[in-house]
T-cell receptor, first 116, second 112 residues
Framework: NAGVMQNPRHLVRRRGQEARLRCSPMKGHSHVYWYRQLPEEGLKFMVYLQKENIIDESGMPKERFSAEFPKEGPSILRIQQVVRGDSAAYFC??????????????FGPGTRLTVT | DAKTTQPNSMESNEEEPVHLPCNHSTISGTDYIHWYRQLPSQGPEYVIHGLTSNVNNRMASLAIAEDRKSSTLILHRATLRDAAVYYCILSQTTSGTYKYIFGTGTRLKVLA
């Protein structure tokens, strides 16, 4: 039973380029979350998506960042015109969820983005 | 958002119990308390979670204060593989959303 998969694991981009980070949730999970982790810091929530819907994007920067979770295929976190400050580890998590219950989030191994 | 406060680092001897504290004085009635740990260059790994009552699983125990303003993760016998950053997290379920609020975590060092 495969866990959460993220690719690429490492991504190097020059300033001004676009970065696309992919996340395949665990089988049967329809909820996806993206978090960002700067060096020596805890993870910061960015966005929460269900299939074809953005539920909460309160942690997403207002510009250059977008996320989607289409009906078919992985969730994508897209960063346009990257800057050095975008260098970080980006983690995706997935969960299943039933009304009135809470289910733990399972995290992927992360994508480490380096902007040169 | 409710916050958690943890000591930056702790040390333990191998095969001894470890008590990792967490303060969450602004917790709301519907916030769950989760613990995750993160090894270097890996994603966080689920350890345990609870709401009001103490919880046990094969990895650890979670003791929650009666007023829910603090909790303690208990590793009964620390091993070298338990060396990691441990995060105490509140999950908020408001307005249909469900997200984790991470603190800065406690770096646990286990001495052989």
């Amino acid at each position: 039973n495969a866990g959460v998969m993220q690719n690429p694991r490492h991504l190097v981009r020059r300033r001004g380029q676009e970065a696309r980070l992919r996340c395949s949730p665990m089988k049967g999970h329809s909820h996806v979350y993206w978090y960002r982790q700067l060096p020596e810091e805890g993870l910061k929530f960015m966005v929460y998506l269900q299939k074809e819907n953005i539920i909460d994007e309160s942690g997403m920067p207002k510009e250059r960042f977008s996320a989607e979770f289409p009906k078919e295929g992985p969730s994508i976190l897209r960063i346009q015109q990257v800057v050095r400050g975008d260098s970080a580890a980006y983690f995706c998590a997935s969960s299943s969820r039933l009304a009135g219950k809470t289910y733990e989030q399972y995290f992927g191994p992360g994508t480490r983005l380096t902007v040169t | 958002d409710a916050k958690t406060t943890q000591p930056n680092s702790m040390e333990s001897n191998e095969e001894e119990p470890v008590h990792l504290p967490c303060n969450h004085s602004t917790i709301s009635g519907t916030d769950y308390i989760h613990w995750y740990r993160q090894l270097p260059s890996q994603g966080p790994e689920y350890v345990i979670h609870g709401l009001t009552s103490n919880v046990n699983n094969r990895m650890a125990s979670l003791a929650i204060a009666e007023d829910r303003k603090s909790s303690t993760l208990i590793l009964h016998r620390a091993t070298l593989r338990d060396a990691a950053v441990y995060y105490c997290i509140l999950s908020q379920t408001t307005s249909g959303t469900y997200k984790y609020i991470f603190g800065t975590g406690t770096r646990l060092k286990v001495l052989a």
